[in-house]
């Protein structure tokens, strides 16, 4: 019942920066979003996390680089990335961990399909 679409993906030169939004559609309340990301062969790795009243978590790998936030009124996350680095390249995604949708319904664990962000020279 939730939808979330991931956009602001791309190809990016090293130091370069790039914002991330994920949009989420067919709800009314959502208490905690992160974006992970996923490289080739390798296992799904949780990124950041805002929750409702705005606090973050970030990995250590983007730390001091990334910054996550949220827009309630407009049912949007976004994450923005600076000073890119190979190693970032993967597929992002985000997920709602619970949500509630118009008549009340809770959602669990809903994800979006994903955007690609390659950094090379």
């Known amino acids: 019942q939730v939808q979330l679409v991931e956009s602001g993906g791309g190809l990016v030169q090293p130091g370069g920066s790039l914002r991330l939004s994920c949009a989420a559609s067919n709800v009314v309340y959502v208490s905690t979003i992160s974006w992970y990301r996923q490289a080739p062969g390798k296992q799904r790795k949780l990124v950041a996390t805002?929750?409702?009243?705005?606090?973050?978590y970030y990995s250590d790998s983007v730390k001091g680089r990334f910054t996550i936030s949220r827009d309630n009124a407009k049912n949007t996350v976004y994450l923005q990335m600076n000073s890119l680095k190979p190693e970032d390249t993967a597929v992002y995604y985000c997920n709602s961990d619970r949500a509630v949708v118009p008549g009340g319904t809770l959602v669990y664990d809903s994800w979006g399909q994903g955007t690609q962000v390659t950094v090379s020279s």
């Open positions: 805002i929750s409702s009243r705005q606090d973050t």
